[in-house]
DNA sequence: TCTTGTGAACAAATTCACAGCG
DNA sequence: CGCTGTGAATTTGTTCACAAGA
């Protein structure tokens, strides 16, 4: 499937997930404008996103859940699962390590980092935490190659230079910083400030 | 301003921690393609952002920090201050609480909710935790019109209803799920799982 | 009939390109 | 000159609208 636009991707994720609560419900169709309307979006784009995959609904009764579902996971997912690494065990490191523990068969938080030595030598939420200076061992040894980066905003930088070292090829970066990495290793950002600033912004143009 | 595009506001919040930065260094003047290159965008995008602003740029010298800096903060902060309310005080919730103590002064968490009776009653990283029933009550006093929901996905819509009962103009979710809210109210979403699931796909794009 | 799949129309966002100014 | 400010061009993303199928 040749260069799927990004915003695609991260819907698919969402259908993904409410396909899945549907195949749980033991729910068999669903027509593109329910899925719309449960993923807030529109039955169109949601079409749309389906013609990346190649799957085909039956008109009348829609899409098969279970049909969808694995041709959606199909393209998401590696075949032989994912493997990703935590920097920053901190406060949030240890939320988003709770937040994803066991979730995803197909993508795993496989190893935590932290110089703290009180962190490292143990097991954090399930995962084993390493002092940075094992980050290339492990990483080539568990085969990681997403790393999520959750330091303080001045460690970042450093750390992302290290992780793309290992060879990790696509950094989720909750630091407050914009990373600059080589061309060819994606970066998704998740900016916490941005997003409540944004909030805030928005909820006081009410009315006017 | 007339209606500023929701990515122009985020970019523009980027900036403005930039220029907060740079003010701190003692950096007096910038020019759009460095902010470019700090930000991770285009010198024309820079420049077209600030023109929702109404600071003017010099030529040859760039812009004023200091000058630039007011203006963005006069389109960003409300003169009096915001407040915002966060519910869930689970791993997720004390994260977010002790990422956001005391960082922007226009835009404090003033209160926390939860329904576990062992969190209540106190404060949590420096933020006091009430029962959700005291909810429309706190909200009403604290002035505060932004909810920040970090529940399990279960309980999001239900706490979403009533931040907006209670009179909330914005919401910030980082619960998995798409919330329906009536229209004027703005959803911000953070959804970290489509966030990590984007990352890994197009971490194995790579040369391909 | 009610739905999908999809080209065409439309809208939004970004980038280009250049006039104007110190 | 080297910069900003901005209309125009372009690209990207979304929505419309309708033929085709069960």
Same mark, same amino acid.
């Given at each position: 499937?040749?260069?799927?636009?990004?915003?695609?991707?991260?819907?698919?994720?969402?259908?993904? @997930?409410?396909?899945?609560?549907? !195949? +749980?419900? =033991?729910?068999?169709?669903? /027509?593109? !404008? +329910?899925? &719309?309307?449960?993923?807030?979006?529109?039955?169109?784009?949601?079409?749309?996103?389906?013609? *990346?995959?190649?799957?085909? =609904?039956?008109? @009348?009764?829609? *899409?098969?859940?279970?049909?969808?579902?694995?041709?959606?996971?199909?393209?998401?997912?590696?075949?032989?699962?994912? &493997?990703?690494?935590?920097?920053?065990?901190?406060?949030?490191?240890?939320?988003?390590?709770?937040?994803?523990?066991?979730? /995803?068969?197909?993508?795993?938080? &496989?190893?935590?980092?932290?110089?703290?030595?009180?962190?490292?030598?143990?097991?954090?939420?399930?995962?084993?935490?390493?002092?940075?200076?094992?980050?290339? +061992?492990?990483?080539?040894? +568990?085969?990681?190659?997403?790393?999520?980066?959750?330091?303080?905003?001045? &460690?970042?930088?450093?750390?992302?230079? @290290?992780?793309?070292?290992?060879?990790?090829?696509?950094?989720?970066?909750?630091?407050?910083?914009?990373?600059?990495?080589?061309?060819?290793? !994606?970066?998704?950002?998740?900016?916490?400030?941005?997003?409540?600033?944004?909030?805030?912004?928005?909820?006081?143009? @009410?009315?006017?």
């Amino acid at each position: 499937m040749p260069n799927i636009p990004g915003r695609t991707v991260g819907r698919l994720s969402l259908y993904r @997930r409410i396909l899945n609560q549907l !195949h +749980e419900a =033991g729910v068999q169709f669903v /027509r593109s !404008h +329910e899925l &719309a309307q449960m993923s807030g979006t529109t039955a169109a784009q949601v079409r749309k996103d389906f013609m *990346y995959t190649d799957y085909a =609904g039956s008109p @009348r009764r829609g *899409y098969s859940v279970e049909g969808l579902l694995a041709s959606v996971s199909g393209l998401l997912d590696r075949p032989e699962g994912q &493997a990703a690494a935590l920097v920053g065990a901190g406060n949030l490191g240890r939320a988003i390590l709770a937040f994803f523990s066991g979730r /995803r068969p197909k993508l795993r938080i &496989a190893a935590a980092f932290d110089n703290d030595p009180a962190k490292t030598g143990r097991a954090i939420e399930g995962c084993p935490c390493h002092p940075l200076s094992k980050m290339p +061992e492990v990483i080539v040894r +568990e085969g990681i190659d997403v790393g999520i980066v959750a330091t303080p905003a001045e &460690a970042a930088q450093d750390v992302a230079d @290290r992780l793309v070292e290992s060879g990790v090829g696509g950094i989720l970066n909750f630091a407050p910083v914009s990373l600059s990495v080589p061309s060819g290793v !994606h970066v998704e950002d998740v900016d916490m400030t941005v997003a409540l600033e944004k909030t805030a912004f928005f909820a006081r143009q @009410r009315g006017k």
